[in-house]
């Protein structure tokens, strides 16, 4: 697709493109600063900039002016995988090779295996780490309240990206390699208020993907070929050794659009008691460009990438004329990314299934100048039976803290961070699901690091 459209939509998304992911499975929850400072305990319902955007449209009926936010964030992973054991296959062969030469090229009419024997090989691999790079998220958001019935609203964030990339001569290449998933979702949203405590509101979200995998295959071989000419019978004899061939097995670099929404309502008890529902449509993305798989039965240039859809409820209470509690629970239908497929084929299954975080935490306003906030969130991780050592995932903790600094009555700077602690996984990855012959055995482990900053200003 070449259109004037999609040529905004690329231009656009290389500015709020990211493959960062931090929540369970490759969700990217980095939407601003001051969620991040607060684990997005409540996010669906705090309203306290524009961000809001990002979780539940209803929530900018809670505007009286016009508001925009923008920020980013920046995310440091820590990835590893340790004490791998790599199951590969290595192969004797005697085999005879026809040739005839035409103008003085050599080409193959045909061969004669003789003798062939595989035998599988165990190889403990060197511990790696860093093989997910520093990412930074952008965001930004646009409220304006049309009157007290109506308001509209625009955002750019990401939802969905993860990126992991091994060095080329990575011992088990075929499950290392490099993946790398990125989007953006850019929405336009409209609200509208019942009465002083209902408000509904939707929208459309326009995601535009990029996916890149790139996975080789090595081969260990030992033997012997004789080349034999087709002309007058002379042969030539080559000893294999210990040949060993690197072959690409997998290269892809893909981008689609998808169309998704969203729907979302809030109920506000008080000035200082509210609740906040929402609930996210997620497409399957068909991505299309070079798509080169080896074990292909026929070669396509589409690839599928299920995206799940996501609900969350959240609550916010003063428990003080200067403290507030909030908190939130999101469902995550990772149930849908179940495989990734071409037209012909199945690349590869994940079967993950749905999971859930919970998050809780504390806003409190200082002063006029200063608010404080902190939070903590249990996060889920959507893997199920199958383990990969490409997109490395665990039971996540994150424990936040931020601030917000009111730089005037209607400008604030906003800084979040958070320290996201993973746990070891045992991860046992096949080629082929159950076949132990090409498989590897590893400890994979993800920790971050995240910092962000934030403009808000209302007018």
Known sequence: MNTPFSRTLLATSLLFISSASTAGGFQVNEHSATGLGRAFAGEAVIADNASVLSRNAAAMMMFDKDAFSMGMTMVKPDVSVKDAKNHSMSGNIQADINYKNVLGINIPTGYTLKNSNFSQASTSLTDVDGIAEIEIVPNFYY??????????????????????????????AIFGGKTSVKSMNLGFSIAYRVNE????????????????????????????????????????????????????????HATGVGLGGNIGMVYEVNDGNRFGLSYKYSPEIEAKGDVKYLAASQQSDKIYLPLPDI?????????????????????????????IDTEYDTIKEYHW???YHYSIGATH?????WVLRTGYMYDQTPVDELTSISIPDSDRQWV???????????????????????????AHEYLEEGVEAISISATTHADAILAAIQLSHSF
């Open 365 to 369: 306003y200082l002063n006029n100048k």
């Open 353 to 355: 299934k749905d999971s």
């Open 143 to 172: 409220i304006h309240p049309i009157n007290e019935k109506f308001a509209v609203g625009v955002a750019a964030y990401s939802n969905f990206g993860t990126g992991t990339e091994f060095d080329d001569n990575y011992g088990a």
């Open 311 to 339: 609900a969350e409820f959240s609550g916010f209470h003063m428990i003080t004329d200067k403290t507030a509690i909030h908190y939130s629970i999101q469902w995550i239908g990772w149930s849908a990314f179940d495989t």
């Open 400 to 426: 936040s803290a931020g601030f917000t600094y009111n730089w005037s009555t209607s400008t604030t700077l906003d800084f979040g961070f958070t320290y996201l602690i993973g746990e070891d996984v045992q």
């Open 197 to 252: 405590h209902l408000s509904f509101g939707g929208g459309l979200d326009v995601i535009y993907g990029v996916g890149d995998l790139y996975r080789d295959i090595n081969a260990d071989l030992t033997g012997s070929v004789n080349f034999i000419n087709d002309k007058d019978g002379s042969t030539s004899h080559m000893d294999l050794g210990g040949a060993s061939l690197k072959i690409n097995a997998l290269d892809v």
